[in-house]
């Protein structure tokens, strides 16, 4: 029997574990991208838990999350917009998003 080798074998799994983590935390970072049902209620979550449920008719809701999901934001800012989240994933996304909102305002607040 070699003892060698068995000590090889827990080594092996402690220097697999970083790796499976790192496997699995890109495999969350390549989420679907969130319907536009998804993105509207994360928009109602987001104005009611912030006291400004009267504020977004569910009609603007929905306008927005469409804009929102037709746009270049990454699926994680969608899915932080989608939780009821005020977190975006990069500068990019946070310009981008204000962008989307307010060239849409009149539309979607009409």
């Not at 827990?10 to 495999?27: C, Q």
């Not at 969130?34 to 929905?62: C, H, I, M, N, R």
């Amino acid at each position: 029997m070699n003892i060698d080798r068995k000590m090889r074998t827990p080594a092996r799994l402690l220097m697999a574990l970083p790796i499976a983590a790192l496997a699995v935390s890109l495999s969350a970072c390549g989420a679907s991208r969130p319907t536009e049902a998804q993105v509207e209620k994360g928009l109602t979550k987001y104005f009611e838990e912030a006291g400004l449920g009267d504020s977004l008719p569910e009609d603007a809701a929905s306008c927005f999350a469409g804009h929102l999901v037709d746009s270049k934001l990454s699926n994680e800012t969608l899915s932080y917009i989608a939780d009821g989240k005020d977190q975006v994933s990069s500068v990019e996304d946070r310009d981008l998003s204000f962008k989307i909102i307010q060239d849409n305002l009149e539309e979607c607040m009409s």
